[in-house]
């Protein structure tokens, strides 16, 4: 088992201070939010984030899939603090201030590209009763630069420091040679990089720099529409699940060291995990729904205790480590399915 240090896991992505609040009917009617929903923010909304803030008692997390992920990590890792690492992009304003303290109260070691051009990236979860309306506003998360962020000496050391390294596929969108220039780093050192396909869009909209990613990719994580879709695009011409998992652990790839690992979650169903030798299926154990406080960012929760594992593990049976983990995942005590299914507020469409 690997002694760990700050720095050894780097993620990077969209970051969204979540701001949550328990809101009544008419604040949803004013927006024109239904009571169980995800979507990105129009001009309607505009004024939503401030109103909420001034209106409500509101809870502030700091969110988006990839930092969701290293949180989780970081979490599961408790010391060294700052062992995870992670880069995005915010803004110069009070969000951007109140982001930067969450991540710190998280022990993650947050290292933003700040910017005047445009606000923070904030995602409003709207709650009535149990249901949760969820508004996102990408802003500055979109403003990535890698030449005046990834490219400096000092944060440029911080990528070379992490052993494992995970960037979730909606990056791509933002900063498609960020994204490569880590993989390449990754893969020449033979340290373990993971991709997320995040969602069908990216798979279909974003196809040409996911597939000059795709060879440095040594863990690639994705639910079964985004697999299916994936498939799709690349003409595997199957829609089942084992198979394109097969199919895409195939794929040519740079680092020939180490065998890509492809893990697909399909929900309640199996999740499945292609290595080059073979195709496995793991049961999602059945919990009692009283347990589960929600289930959105379950799937980035997932993904930070997988990269736990990894870090952990390191390169000794790393299989073996996803396996524990699969079962460990659907096996673990009620306090921390609720921690895992509750952590992130934002929708999986960020």
């Known amino acids: 088992m690997t002694t760990l240090s700050e720095n050894v896991l780097f993620g990077m992505g969209n970051p969204l201070l979540d701001i949550c609040a328990v809101v009544?009917?008419?604040?949803?009617?004013?927006?024109?939010?239904?009571?169980?929903d995800q979507i990105l923010a129009e001009e309607k909304h505009k004024e939503l984030f401030e109103e909420l803030v001034k209106k409500f008692k509101v809870e502030y997390h700091a969110g988006g899939s990839t930092q969701n992920s290293v949180k989780v990590a970081q979490w599961m890792?408790?010391?060294?603090?700052?062992?995870?690492?992670?880069?995005?992009?915010?803004?110069?304003?009070?969000?951007?201030?109140?982001?930067k303290k969450k991540a710190e109260e998280a022990h993650v070691d947050a290292h933003y590209y700040e910017q005047s051009e445009e606000p923070t990236g904030t995602c409003a979860a709207c709650i009535t009763s149990d249901n949760r309306s969820l508004v996102a506003n990408l802003a500055a998360a979109n403003?990535?630069?890698?030449?005046?962020?990834?490219?400096?000496?000092?944060?440029?050391?911080?990528?070379e420091k992490a052993k494992v390294y995970y960037i979730a596929g909606f990056f791509l969108t933002v900063s498609p040679e960020a994204v490569l220039k880590v993989a390449a780093q990754a893969s020449a050192n033979n340290k373990i990089f993971s991709l997320n396909l995040s969602a069908p869009f990216i798979s279909q909209f974003y196809k040409e720099p996911m597939m000059k990613v795709m060879p440095y990719v040594d863990v690639l994580f994705g639910n079964e529409?985004?697999?299916?879709?994936?498939?799709?695009?690349?003409?595997?011409?199957?829609?089942?699940?084992?198979?394109?998992?097969?199919?895409?652990?195939?794929l040519p790839k740079v680092n020939t060291k180490r065998q890509r690992i492809v893990v697909f979650t399909q929900g309640k169903d199996d999740t499945v995990l292609a290595t080059e030798n073979e195709v496995t299926t793991f049961p999602v154990l059945v919990s009692d729904q009283s347990e589960i406080v929600d289930t959105n960012g379950a799937g980035d929760a997932f993904v930070g205790g997988i990269s736990y594992f990894f870090l952990l593990f390191g390169d000794y049976l790393i299989i073996l480590s996803i396996e524990n983990l699969l079962v460990f995942s659907f096996s673990c005590p009620s306090e921390q399915v609720s921690f895992f299914y509750s952590f992130s507020v934002h929708p999986e469409v960020i």
Do not use: M, S
């Open 77 to 99: 890792i408790q010391k060294p603090h700052k062992a995870a690492t992670f880069f995005g992009c915010i803004g110069k304003d009070k969000f951007g201030e109140i982001l």
């Open 143 to 159: 403003c990535y630069k890698k030449e005046k962020h990834l490219d400096l000496e000092k944060n440029w050391k911080l990528v």
């Open 225 to 250: 529409t985004e697999a299916a879709t994936f498939a799709r695009e690349q003409g595997f011409e199957t829609e089942d699940i084992k198979e394109i998992a097969r199919k895409t652990q195939a």
């Open 24 to 36: 009544d009917k008419d604040f949803l009617d004013k927006y024109g939010l239904k009571p169980n």
